[in-house]
């Protein structure tokens, strides 16, 4: 039978598993908030520790926490950071109350572990307190958003890494293929000739643009409202505090933090999570299409394109056998689906915020965590189950190159647009090509159509790895 202990808060009494290291307002927001059955994310509630000890520390040096207070909260945030009490985070990353819950979730974690540390018991909160000290000088107002910002630039960081991995391998295939000559389609249809160099070559240019623009938007996430407190005026932190924060929670977060220059608007609005997801969005979507290409160029292997060959993965089929389905792409694009779904709970979330605070944080948080995850899980895969496997079928490209009508747009400086027209019409009209209908017609001669057939296949990839 489980024990149980009482615990206060003011909305009254409740009964708190007695080994818990979480208290009564984590309790009630775990009965309250069913939502989606997930636990918090592991590098937010990192993040949200630091905060705590790099308030501690601060706190004690400014001499509003003892040293003994300053050392128990500090080591029951690094315990918290290595994963001991992951248990003890009960709360749904979905919640009401503008991220109140995590922040109590967190503060009493910390604060039972450190009375427990002093020699004190769980739920006594005699020696450190949630909210007295655990929480000094804080607000969730300018805790939560700052452990967001954090947790989106570590996040981040791998989807940048994964992403110049994808830059580069996709550039090594543009090489590899620069003299595969192919007919390249416009609305699905043959339209002038190209090499299979320069489709992954604007591949790789697509995604460089896309990596650059998420590096740029987080920048905007190095700048924090901590000491703000409750709505950007700092209410309750002292003057010492406010004035070393950013420092010391860069200094433990080990990567640059600085105070926004205006609290109120760091506080109140989210616009530059909206620009996060946003560029994640986009990237999500030029990988999708980059996908849906790679579908098509590997269609068949009898019955389609069938101009690359993409790794065979796993069975295709439970029914037919022998199948080999394009799984990696196919995944890409349903993690793109979910990054695009989620850019519109981010957009509506942070046009919701009203006055001096958004209440829709934590489902801002969820989704764009998710969608970072998500994301960079899927390039990883694309590059080392797909694209570093990738094959052409020269020869078959090649052939449907010169069976294209496609190729008559180059003869158009030198026999004008309406017999280049004609040509490729009686082209597409007898099966005959391109080249025989011009030779019968004596338009040009042998040497010059050669060269102007040959001139008009590609332009060379400009861009190594």
Request: glycine share 8%.
């Amino acid at each position: 039978m489980m024990n149980y202990r009482k615990e206060q808060d003011s909305i009254g009494t409740l009964d708190v598993p007695a080994d818990a290291y979480y208290g009564v307002q984590a309790e009630r927001a775990g009965r309250n908030f069913h939502i989606t059955g997930h636990h918090m994310s592991p590098e937010f509630l990192k993040n949200l520790a630091l905060i705590k000890k790099a308030a501690a520390r601060v706190n004690a040096g400014s001499g509003r926490l003892t040293s003994a207070q300053c050392n128990a909260i500090s080591k029951a945030c690094d315990e918290v950071i290595d994963g001991r009490f992951d248990d003890a985070f009960i709360v749904d990353p979905v919640q009401g109350g503008a991220g109140t819950s995590a922040n109590m979730n967190m503060n009493e974690v910390v604060a039972n572990r450190a009375n427990e540390i002093m020699g004190g018991a769980l739920g006594r909160y005699d020696l450190v307190h949630p909210n007295d000290h655990v929480n000094m000088c804080q607000s969730t107002n300018d805790v939560i958003p700052t452990a967001g910002k954090m947790t989106v630039i570590v996040l981040t960081e791998s989807l940048l890494e994964e992403s110049k991995r994808l830059e580069r391998a996709l550039y090594i295939k543009a090489m590899e293929f620069s003299k595969v000559r192919k007919m390249g389609r416009t609305q699905l249809q043959d339209a002038v000739p190209m090499t299979l160099g320069d489709t992954f070559g604007g591949y790789a240019s697509m995604v460089h643009r896309c990596t650059e623009r998420l590096r740029d938007v987080c920048r905007e996430m190095h700048s924090i409202n901590l000491g703000g407190t409750a709505i950007g005026s700092g209410i309750n932190a002292s003057d010492y505090y406010e004035a070393h924060i950013a420092q010391e929670l860069s200094r433990l977060f080990g990567r640059y933090l600085e105070q926004a220059s205006d609290l109120y608007d760091a506080t109140e609005n989210l616009d530059s999570f909206v620009a996060v997801s946003g560029a994640v969005k986009s990237l999500a979507i030029s990988l999708s299409k980059m996908c849906n290409d790679l579908r098509l160029l590997s269609s068949g292997p009898r019955c389609g394109l069938h101009e690359i060959n993409l790794p065979a993965m796993q069975n295709g089929s439970s029914i037919m056998p022998g199948k080999v389905n394009p799984v990696i792409p196919e995944v890409v694009t349903q993690a793109a689906f979910l990054a695009i779904g989620h850019d519109a709970t981010v957009t509506a979330a942070a046009e919701a915020g009203q006055m001096e605070l958004n209440a829709f944080e934590p489902v801002v948080f969820y989704t764009l965590f998710e969608s970072i995850s998500a994301m960079t899980g899927a390039i990883t895969t694309l590059i080392d189950n797909c694209i570093s496997g990738i094959t052409a079928n020269s020869e078959h490209c090649l052939h449907l190159e010169q069976s294209s009508v496609g190729i008559a747009t180059a003869l158009c400086p030198y026999i004008g647009y309406v017999r280049a027209a004609d040509v490729a019409k009686t082209a597409l009209r007898t099966g005959r090509t391109v080249r025989e209908v011009v030779l019968d017609r004596g338009l040009m001669d042998a040497a010059k159509l050669d060269e102007v057939l040959g001139a008009g296949e590609t332009a060379e990839v400009r861009r190594s790895a």
